[in-house]
């Protein structure tokens, strides 16, 4: 049986780079690209990293138009925000929202820092570009809350600088590589912090250390409460 399914991306370079989301090209044969000026390509699937959702394929073409990266840190909530992407095979569909939230935890996705917006993501926005007022990528449309399937006013971005970061592993080496810390951590709430005395709930609270991890090496014992984190080289 064959089976098609559709999604969205955006041109990073003018030689035929293009960032989706790796659900998108998760398990496909074959990955077909239409530009919106009707040409098609066959793609290849330069690699994929499930963790952040993000997958980087590559159609042989030059002088593409591609867009202009901007600063999620620079983002305000808020600030108006527009999607694009194809919604349920409509391509070019534009919808516009506002920031609701930055930072945006969600259960099974404890990398991302999600941008969160109701601008209106449906099924076929996902890998698509979330621009700023300025014209700039700020964010890839990933997923969202429902109830019915279809769109409530949840919706949630990848930052494009945390996606950026995965791009651009994916180019060099076809994967995404990590650094680990060795520990289990917990949420300083209200009541933790009242158990420990702690004055501010801020941080994290070391609840375990992984024996002979990189933690363990550093001295870090469980108890304590983390608040800031060097890393050197």
Known sequence: FETQ???SGFIVSADGYIVTNAHVVDSADEVKVRLTDRREFIAKVVGAD?????AVIKIEAKDLPKVTVGDP???????WVVAIGKPFGLENTMTAGIVSAKGRDLPQENLVPFIQTDAAINPGNSGGPLFNLKGEVVGINSLIYSRSGGFMGLAFAIPIDVAMNSVNQLKDKGKVTRGRIGVQIQEVTKETAEAFGLKQTAGALVNSVEKGGPAEKAGVEPGPRLVELRLDD
């Open 73 to 79: 840190e620079k983002l305000k909530v808020g600030e």
């Open 50 to 54: 499930k963790r952040t959702d993000v």
């Open 5 to 7: 399914s559709a999604g």
